[in-house]
Nanobody, 125 residues
Framework: QVQLIESGGGLVQAGGSLRLSCAASGGTFSSYAMDWFHQAPAKEREFVAAISRSGGRTYYSNSVKGRGTISRDNAKNTVYLQINTLLPEDTAVYYC??????????????????WGKGTLVTVSS
């Protein structure tokens, strides 16, 4: 069983930057691909970014492409999401998720095996 704990959320002004972290325990971190999702109030959980088990492949939603960077440190069992030029519409709870990496990145919340409890990001205008 994998446990995921997100951190790094908070209140940020529009135009600022934020780096979220997700620490994993209880499994072999390097065997899992990792995704970030976000969920705004009254909206569905949406894909933000994905990274393969080695970190060699990444994929981004259109909403963060060019502003976001997903990375991981397998020695620290941690995945990161850096978002620059934050917008008010980035306001949401951000979740990390894990699934066994068989060679194909996944982007649907239905395909994730493990979830963290989320960290709230609020972007003020």
């Amino acid at each position: 069983q994998v446990q995921l704990i997100e951190s790094g959320g908070g209140l940020v002004q529009a135009g600022g930057s934020l780096r979220l972290s997700c620490a994993a325990s209880g499994g072999t971190f390097s065997s899992y691909a990792m995704d970030w999702f976000h969920q705004a109030p009254a909206k569905e959980r949406e894909f933000v970014a994905a990274i393969s088990r080695s970190g060699g492949r990444t994929y981004y939603s259109n909403s963060v492409k060019g502003r976001g960077t997903i990375s991981r440190d397998n020695a620290k069992n941690t995945v990161y999401l850096q978002i620059n030029t934050l917008l008010p519409e980035d306001t949401a709870v951000y979740y990390c998720a894990a699934y066994t990496d068989w060679g194909t990145l996944k982007f649907s919340h239905r395909d994730m095996d493990y979830w963290g409890k989320g960290t709230l990001v609020t972007v003020s205008s």
